[in-house]
């Protein structure tokens, strides 16, 4: 549904940046815990504005690396292309995946795995779900007209 939605925006709107934010993999939690989600870019650009935004709120980021070496494990026998999960680097594997769907957009994908919930309450708020990412891509946009 995601790879779908991606593939509409690139078809009817004449985006200036595309970002997808989603809980594919999971294994980011490793790099950056649970206060941090990960944030690869295809378009370094897109990454500046994306951390710039998020050192403006609370919903804090991390750059992890894009490799594009990682293509070759899209093939498949029998589809157009895999999303493999249990692939190396799982989350630059997912971004990988999805930027295939967005043509030549500027595009980054978020791995908020790590930051969707809490499991107990802590300082910082309740345990369950945190709406994390809302207050970062609001600021995000916003800075479009700036």
């Known amino acids: 549904v995601l790879a779908d939605g991606l593939a509409y925006a690139k078809a009817t709107c004449d985006a200036a940046a ?3 934010v ?3 993999t999971g294994t980011a939690i490793h790099a950056t815990g649970v206060e941090i989600a990960a944030v690869i870019a295809r378009e370094q650009h897109v990454a500046d504005e994306l951390l710039a935004a998020s050192s403006r709120c609370t919903d804090r980021l991390w750059q992890l690396p894009r490799v ?3 293509q070759f494990l899209l093939k498949s026998g ?3 292309m895999t999303n493999r999960s249990e692939a190396p680097a799982a989350t630059a594997f997912a971004a990988l995946f999805l930027e295939s769907f967005v043509g030549d957009i500027p595009f980054a994908h978020i791995d908020m795995a790590a ?3 809490r499991d107990r309450d802590t300082p910082e708020g309740p345990a369950g779900g945190r ?3 809302v207050e970062l891509l609001v600021e995000y946009a916003t800075s479009f007209g700036a």
């Open 18 to 20: 595309a970002v997808s």
């Open 22 to 24: 989603a809980t594919l």
């Open 68 to 70: 594009p070496e990682y």
């Open 78 to 80: 029998i589809a157009d």
């Open 115 to 117: 930051v969707a919930t």
């Open 131 to 133: 709406g994390w990412g």
